[in-house]
């Protein structure tokens, strides 16, 4: 694997003072993180608070303002191309054209993605999110719950090591969210690393090792979920955002 | 290749989409028809007269006809939510840039295909020599390629079907001069040698606008 600066290998994610402005508003405001391989991160955080920004810099959709970022060994100012192989990205937007079929999207994004035996890859998926039966039906005719499981099938076409999550729950019932994590936390073989956002705290707590809140674009808090409850994360929620709300 | 392989992937995918559902193809040949109309009624009876602004009206149409069919490259990409998937994908900004233009440089060019018989027919005029359809190939390049720069830059204001036409039009106003000076030699039935001049600064402005588009479309897109 390539390495790049003088990161560990043992993090999947390395964060170094991370800034973000758009004009003069500076969303980010030096975050510093990292996350090991397989780890579950989530991040909590009122509106406004730099969660969407922090996941689409993370994501290369977005530039840095300034500061390094490291995932899997590649700085992703240089290697964005080869970052963005290795890391799967599922927020509230679909990702999908409403006039091509599931297939079709799946197929198209195989294609971009290098997939091999893409036919089978994407049976496989669309078998795991419970989609199967409405392969070959278009997009727009699904319900937004629906189409949100094909979208969970597309971030996992390519298998990724490390899944980016902007609060992917969207539109899905409690069915569908557990097939969501189910199939997110593992490859099949080894424990994918995860980056969450949410408001849901309960959900968060369920699912996160590492729980961290975001503020005013600097983490205001972090915690692990082996020495927290969820009455004390939510104690931490409030006074570390009403401080600033 | 794997660059080629994913400029394909993306022509291929906006031609699906747009066969399913005829949307910009059909506004936009609607749109065509409709000046080609208005512009008859407006100068048809007078042969001479016709003669004298038929370059000018065909590259109207067809300028206008192509911003139309612009605004929407990319509007479907956002308001579907999807340039975001293409941005993270492992795939460099310049091969959806160049994947997009080719897809409207075939929009384009199958309108103008079906719009110059149909102006034929309501002028009287002979628009098929090779001779206008190499000018009308070369521009539409030209023209797609800044347009395609521009489409991507206007999806992400507010009053994008307006941005387009006001930032697009003025950078394409050189080629569509020359546009429609080297189409009136060529519907008065000049030589090749009289074009030159005009076709050299048609394929200029070609090869100067797609190396520059190419190099920018990323800053463009992500901010």
Known sequence: MAKAGSVSQDYAIEI?????????NRILRGINLEIKQGESIVIFGPNGAGKTTLIKVLATIITLSSGKVVIDGLDIKDRAEEV??????????????????AYENLEFYSRIYDVPELKKRINEVMEMVGMISRLHQRVGTLSRGMQQRVTIARSLLHNPAIMLLDEPETGLDQQATSMLWDAMQTDGQKKRTLIFTTHNLERGFEVGERLLILDKGRIVYEG????????ALEKAYKSNTMVSA | MRFWRNVA???????LAEMRTKEIASAVLVFTL??????NFAFGVNQEVVRLVASGMLWVTFAFAGVLALNRAFIVEKEEGCLEGLMVAPISREAIYVGKMLGSLFFILVIEAIALPVFAFFFNLNVFSLQLVVITILT??????VGTLFSALAVNTKAREMVLPILFLPIVIPIIISAVKASELALS??????????LQIIVAF?????????LVFAFVIEE
């Open chain 1, 16 to 24: 170094r003072e991370l800034t973000k402005s758009f004009g003069h």
């Open chain 1, 84 to 101: 963005r192989r290795r890391i799967g990205v599922v927020t509230h937007q679909t990702f999908l054209y409403q006039n091509l079929t």
């Open chain 1, 224 to 231: 692990s979920r082996q020495v927290l409850d969820l009455s």
């Open chain 2, 9 to 15: 992937a993306i022509t291929w995918k906006d031609a």
């Open chain 2, 34 to 39: 409709l000046v080609i109309i208005i512009f």
């Open chain 2, 140 to 145: 539409t390049i030209g023209f797609v390629a």
């Open chain 2, 189 to 198: 039935g000049e030589s090749w040698s009289s074009l030159t001049s005009w």
């Open chain 2, 206 to 214: 070609d090869v100067i606008f797609l190396v520059v588009s190419f």
